[in-house]
């Protein structure tokens, strides 16, 4: 019963292993030669096509400055015809598209739709990833190991650069070096008043203190993360304890304090009146005495005895009914992510269904065919 | 039987999960239909919130929309988003995104992509929608946010200056927001907001969440949260209202567009099963070929797949639900059976 | 040493902590408050640079120590360098339109850049379904573990099956006999799953949530008060 990968395999698990391994690439072979295959993406090409324009002020004829203007592909064209290729910048962006689009576009005897080598490459890699990873339900293994170690260092790796670019570019390099930003890193910011801010000297405080922190690494300067740390601790206590007592103590306590006679909604008849009256009281009801019964179980300094004792007692109940409710609730939630995976699979891996209509089959049912 | 339930390897519980799930899934995509939904109050309130947002000012609203999760939690949230933008795109509101996670931003253009660019290509990015990205910090974000944005926020996502934005013009702060809307899979996420935004500065919030998190937000509905939207069923039901809300609409303005009184327009938009009828009456007489197909297109014409991701996704719950149901069953059948022979649980 | 190791770090902590507090306070302080944040926002970032250094560290330490599965330790390092450049660099990422020749102008996670390219075809789907594992982690856990042994399991597992009945189709099912319009209406499964949430949830969830927020607050204030330094580590 263990899938632990220090155990040999089983000869058993070895024919399972194989036998899974070989339905899923008999699975892939044979959808990929039946209609119109899976596992594509298709883009369509942009050009992007740019010249230099150098405009002069109405107001003072020695005044330029210079913008780059975009161009069609026939203008650039005509323009490097004439002028060459100073003074100008291109490139291609690629919009990925549905791959109906592709199929309309090959009916209709061709266009600038074309097969994406590095995305399609890329779709197979994430549909092999998904299976490594799922392959750890049968038992710990190499394709499993790697993928693991392919996560860890992609997700340390993608949070560095966006902590860089999206927080220490913005927040501190355009502050304290708004010039070189402007030229090389964040040219769309606007620069201040005389060049540079000298309130913004305070954030050299930031600085010195993110490199403390880094120093952390160095077995000699762990010393000097204490001082960013210490910093980090006292404002998320000052913040949280203003904001838990302000939100979850005081507002909670007064969403408690309710009345316990609510008039009933249904006025359909005289009886469906009282009785939606009686429910929604006893709503209020069951809730105030819930709350205060759960907050005398939480009191451990005095003795689970006598009232108290009862009073705890129904307390726990309600505890359990909250822990039942979120265990439902949890259940829910991880299966809708199993949901998606298995959707990534069939829909945009093995093409076997097109909820998204990407691929527009004839009809549904036989829409693998085709 | 007893026996062989007690010595269960569990990776047959695995493959019976894995069947529960992709059986109906296939099955769902193949025939395109799914589980008729009935919304909760819940689900209802957090749509009129969203609805309602601007209408005390008598202008556009200024929405504020955190996406606050990654691609882990997107099979749970990435409906909600959509129908978010939907439905917020089709009010007529004025976007603003953020993020307090890092690959948020990424969802940000899913839904960007997705829901904007797709179906409201009209829609001007700086005057309709405009992406803020990510700021590392969680909460103290919110806080700085709520004193002034714009020393946090200093450039939208492509590196602008806010101040050549045109509609952060007169936002500098959380109170310059009519709603904040916010989706959120954890840490940074709803608690965060009710605790620093929409408690302290009174700001409507409304929220959806993971399924880990619904149950602990509870307390907070209805003052300090508006609305809340809890797993896949709080998508699903979402998805359903705003679907709806969508297909009036846009029946109401073809109706319009079309001449008929508004006075009329609105109670046939309610009813979009009787508009291929209608455009056979003498009302409808009025109007040209092309028109009438483009209505009964509007009022018959199937739902978009990205704006049923959600309803698609409670078919797998039920079954999935249903086998928990019958494990946990089973479970206890084994327990009692073996407490009954005196052995240990 | 013990001033800059312990007096200066706390001393620290209590005016970052006070000034926070006085922030929420005093219109006049208010501004302390929001360098304060931005302060600690940016060393957030700076923690994710210190978070990789770390991962870099260890890693180097297991290959250079040969020590079991030290080759995974490799592709965790080459995936993590590898992202880390492509995405400093911003390799194949497009120029602004507005700013076409300033390399670094573009947008950092836009499609279509390598960075990009990782975050789609690998970041995503492995995050996405090492998650996705958990439900059958939680149906084996169910099969296992949930026994009702006495009344309160009882109330967790029938509350757990109202839930997980009601709120899906199967619920409306079930109790689908049951007129909506009754006075047995609050017993169809999906409307008793929202009473059972409003209510007893609701109770059970705010009495844990002002017991936690009491925490916080008593923990915060022996922080600000220097009586809890555990933070500062160990040697106190």
């Not at chain 1, 632990?4 to 030669?33: D, G």
């Not at chain 2, 002034?148 to 050549?164: A, I, N």
């Not at chain 2, 009787?274 to 455009?279: K, S, Y």
């Not at chain 3, 360098?35 to 770390?54: E, K, S, T």
């Amino acid at each position: 019963m263990s899938s632990s990968a220090s155990e040999p395999m089983t000869s058993a698990q070895r024919a399972i292993w194989a036998i899974v391994c070989l339905a899923i690439v008999l699975i892939v072979v044979a959808r990929s030669f039946v209609g119109h295959g899976m596992g594509r993406v298709y883009v369509e090409p942009k050009p992007m096509d740019f010249v230099a324009e150098v405009t002069t002020s109405p107001e003072n004829a020695s005044e330029t400055s210079s913008s780059w203007k975009q161009l069609s592909t026939v203008e650039f064209d005509a323009y490097v015809s004439a002028n060459g290729y100073e003074d100008t910048i291109s490139w291609v962006e690629y919009d990925e598209v549905p791959p109906r689009a592709y199929f309309a576009q090959e009916a209709a005897g061709g266009g600038s739709i074309i097969l994406s080598w590095p995305r399609t490459i890329g779709l197979w890699l994430a549909a092999f990833f998904t299976l490594a990873i799922f392959s750890f339900l049968y038992r710990d293994n190499p394709f499993y190991k790697f993928a693991e170690s392919v996560v860890v260092g992609v997700s340390a790796g993608y949070w560095m650069v966006v902590g860089f670019w999206d927080t220490i570019v913005p927040n501190l390099l355009q502050r304290l070096a708004p010039a070189f930003s402007k030229d090389y890193l964040t040219p769309g910011m606007e620069l201040p008043p005389g060049g540079f801010d000298t309130t913004n000297l305070v954030f050299l405080i930031p600085l010195v203190l993110g490199f403390m922190l880094i120093g952390r690494l160095l077995p000699k300067c762990g010393w000097l993360s204490l001082w960013p740390l210490a910093f980090i601790v006292g404002t998320m206590a000052g913040l949280r304890m203003v904001g838990y007592i302000e939100s979850d103590i005081l507002s909670q306590t007064k969403e408690t304090v309710i009345p316990l006679y609510v008039q009933g909604e249904n006025t359909s008849s005289t009886f469906m009146m009282i009785w939606s009256t009686i429910w929604a009281s006893l709503a209020q009801v069951l809730l105030v005495i819930g709350v205060l019964a759960c907050l005398v179980y939480f009191f451990f300094s005095v003795e689970h005895k006598g009232a108290v004792g009862k009073t705890a007692r129904v307390g726990i109940w309600y505890l359990m009914i909250t822990f039942g409710a979120a265990f439902g609730f949890t259940v829910m939630g991880r299966i809708a992510l199993l949901a998606a995976r298995v959707e990534f699979l069939f829909d945009d891996w093995m093409w076997l269904i097109d909820p998204m209509q990407q691929r527009e089959f004839v009809t549904a049912s036989v829409g693998l065919l085709f | 039987m007893i026996k062989l339930l007690e010595n269960l390897d569990r990776r047959w519980i695995f493959l019976a999960m894995a069947l529960c799930v992709s059986v109906p899934i296939l099955v769902i995509g193949l025939t395109g239909v799914t589980f008729p939904e009935t919304p909760t109050p819940l689900a209802e309130a957090f749509f009129a919130e969203v609805d309602r947002a601007g209408e005390a000012k008598g202008r556009r609203a200024n929405v504020l929309i955190a996406l606050d999760y990654d691609p882990a939690s997107a099979g749970e949230l990435s409906p909600m988003s959509a129908s978010l933008v939907n439905q917020c795109s089709q009010r007529g509101h004025r976007m603003y995104f953020i993020s307090l996670w890092p690959v948020g931003p990424q969802m940000i253009d899913d839904s960007i992509e997705k829901v904007i660019k797709r179906y409201y290509p009209h829609l001007v990015y700086g005057e309709d929608y405009v992406n803020l990205g990510f700021k590392a910090g969680n909460e103290q974000v919110i806080k700085v946010m709520g004193i002034d944005l714009t020393t946090e926020f200093r450039t939208d996502v492509e590196g602008t200056t806010l101040s050549k934005i045109p509609m952060m013009e007169g936002i500098t702060s959380l109170e310059d927001f009519d709603l904040i809307a916010e989706i959120s899979a954890g840490y940074p996420g709803s608690k965060e907001w009710v605790l620093y935004a929409a408690t302290q500065y009174d700001i409507p919030l409304v929220s959806g969440m993971t399924g880990v998190q619904a149950p602990q937000n509870y307390p907070y509905y209805p003052t300090q949260l508006k609305g809340l939207l809890g797993a896949i069923k709080g998508a699903a039901e979402y998805e359903f209202i705003v679907n709806e809300y969508i297909r009036r609409s846009r029946l109401e303005e073809l109706l319009v567009a079309s001449g008929l009184d508004p006075a009329v327009a609105g109670p046939l938009a309610d009813e979009p099963a009787q508009i291929p009828a209608w455009t056979t009456s003498a009302a409808a007489a009025s109007m040209t070929p092309e028109a009438k197909a483009d209505l009964i297109d509007a009022a018959t014409g199937a739902t978009p797949g990205e704006f049923l991701e959600g309803q698609r996704r409670m078919g797998p719950q039920l079954f999935a639900h249903l086998l928990m149901v019958l494990l946990i069953i089973l479970g206890n059948v084994i327990f009692f059976a073996q407490r009954r022979r005196g052995g240990s649980a | 040493m013990q001033i800059l190791t312990r007096s200066i770090p706390l001393f620290i902590t209590t005016v970052a902590g006070i000034v926070m507090i006085l922030s929420a306070f005093f219109p006049y302080t208010s501004d302390w408050g929001k360098f304060a944040g931005q302060f600690f926002n940016i060393l957030a970032a700076f923690a994710f640079v210190l978070g990789g250094g770390n991962l870099l560290k260890l890693h180097l330490k297991k290959i250079s120590d040969q020590r079991p599965g030290w080759a995974y330790s490799g592709v965790v390092l080459v995936c993590f360098i590898v992202t880390l450049f492509v995405g400093l660099m911003k390799i194949g990422a497009y120029p602004n339109p507005t700013y076409p020749s300033v390399h670094f102008g573009g947008e950092t996670q836009g499609s279509g850049s390598m960075f990009w390219w990782f975050y789609e075809y690998a970041f995503k789907p492995l995050t996405s379904t090492m998650f996705a594992m958990l439900a059958f982690y939680v149906a084996s856990a169910a099969f296992r573990a949930f026994r009702a042994k006495n009344f309160e399991a009882i109330l967790l597992l029938g509350t757990a099956f109202i839930v997980l009945l009601g709120r899906t189709f199967a619920g409306v099912l079930a109790t689908g006999w049951i007129p909506p319009d009754s006075a047995f209406s609050g017993l169809r499964l999906e409307n008793l799953s929202v009473y059972v949430m409003q209510v007893f949830n609701t109770a059970g969830t705010r009495a844990i949530m002002i017991g936690i927020a009491l925490g916080i607050a008593s923990t915060s204030m022996k922080i600000l008060l220097g009586i809890d330094r555990s933070f500062l580590g160990s040697g106190d």
